[in-house]
C-alpha cells in the first residue's frame, strides 16, 4: 500500500504559476504509474496528466497541454505538475493517484490510491 499527500496548492493571479507536489510513503514509489487529477465544483473528476513508473512516459490532457508538465523524482518519492498559465477554469481540487498495474493511464478507475487533494483557485 502506499499513501499520498498533496502540497502546493494555493490561490493565484490568471497567467500565474504553481507548482504541486505529491509525496508518497510506503510500497515502493517507483513501481507505480501516477497521475495528476483534478475536480471542479460540481464536475466530474479528469486527468489532467499521466506519468509512467520512470517517468519516461507522459500524457496530457488537451486543455493543459503546453501549460502543464509532468514529472517524478523516484529518488525523492515525489511527484511534481508544474502549471503555468494559470487560467480560471483551471480551479479546482487537485488530487495524485498511484497505480501499479498500467504504464501511463488516464481512466481515474484505474487508480488504486488516492491523496486527500489540495485546492487551486486561479482569480480573473
Known amino acids: 500500500q502506499v499513501q499520498l499527500v498533496e502540497s502546493g496548492g494555493g490561490l493565484v493571479q490568471a497567467g500565474g504559476s504553481l507548482r504541486l507536489s505529491c509525496t508518497a510513503s510506503?510500497?515502493?514509489?517507483?513501481?507505480?504509474?501516477m497521475g495528476w487529477f483534478r475536480q471542479p465544483p460540481g464536475k466530474e473528476r479528469e486527468c489532467v496528466a499521466a506519468?509512467?513508473?520512470?517517468?519516461?512516459?507522459?500524457n496530457y490532457a488537451d486543455s493543459v497541454k503546453g501549460r502543464f508538465a509532468i514529472s517524478r523524482d523516484n529518488a525523492k518519492n515525489t511527484m511534481y505538475l508544474e502549471m503555468n498559465s494559470l487560467k480560471p477554469e483551471d480551479t479546482a481540487v487537485y488530487y495524485c493517484?498511484?497505480?501499479?498495474?498500467?504504464?501511463?493511464?488516464?481512466?481515474?478507475?484505474?487508480?488504486?490510491?488516492w491523496g486527500q487533494g489540495t485546492q487551486v483557485t486561479v482569480s480573473s
Open positions: 493517484a498511484a497505480q501499479a498495474k498500467y504504464g501511463v493511464v488516464m481512466n481515474p478507475s484505474r487508480y488504486d490510491y
Open positions: 510506503g510500497r515502493t514509489f517507483s513501481s507505480y504509474g
Open positions: 506519468i509512467s513508473w520512470s517517468g519516461g512516459s507522459t
